[in-house]
């Protein structure tokens, strides 16, 4: 039973000592850090993702970008409202598109409705697709 264990304790060790001899070329590095930059991954995706200590990645980014220990990134309100109106023009957008349809379904609706007058019968009625029960086979013609 205790040479089980050794066996164990060895393939664990084997493992921590084969995470620890890793190397990770400048390229890499350098592209995890514009990740973090840009905002694509945070720092505990990368740690999982690569196996990479969090400590790892923050000196990364303390050696491979403009930021020094310490210090705090900022957010800019400019970037913010600016991020701001392109939404609010996104929405004012959709809300024309959406009104320009209703008013397209509505004057469908009109026109119907008119045609059904002029031909004494209701055209939704007659044309409107039926619907199914679901209990009746169908039928191919």
Known sequence: MSRKKQTSKKST????????TRYFSDEFK???VQKLLKKELTVQQISDLYEVSRSSI?????????????TNQVVQMESESFKTQQLLAQVAELER????????????HKTIEIASEEVGY????????K????????TKK
Do not use: C, H, M, V
């Not at 923050?58 to 310490?70: A, N, P, Q």
């Open 122 to 129: 209701d055209l939704k009625k007659k044309y409107a697709a």
């Open 58 to 70: 923050y000196k990364w980014l303390y050696k491979y970008s403009s930021l020094e220990k310490g």
């Open 13 to 20: 060790s084997f493992e921590k000592r084969r995470n620890a």
């Open 131 to 138: 619907s199914s029960s679901g209990s009746n086979p169908t």
């Open 97 to 108: 598109i959406i009104g320009q349809k209703q008013l397209e379904i509505d004057y469908l």
């Open 30 to 32: 350098r592209s995890k």
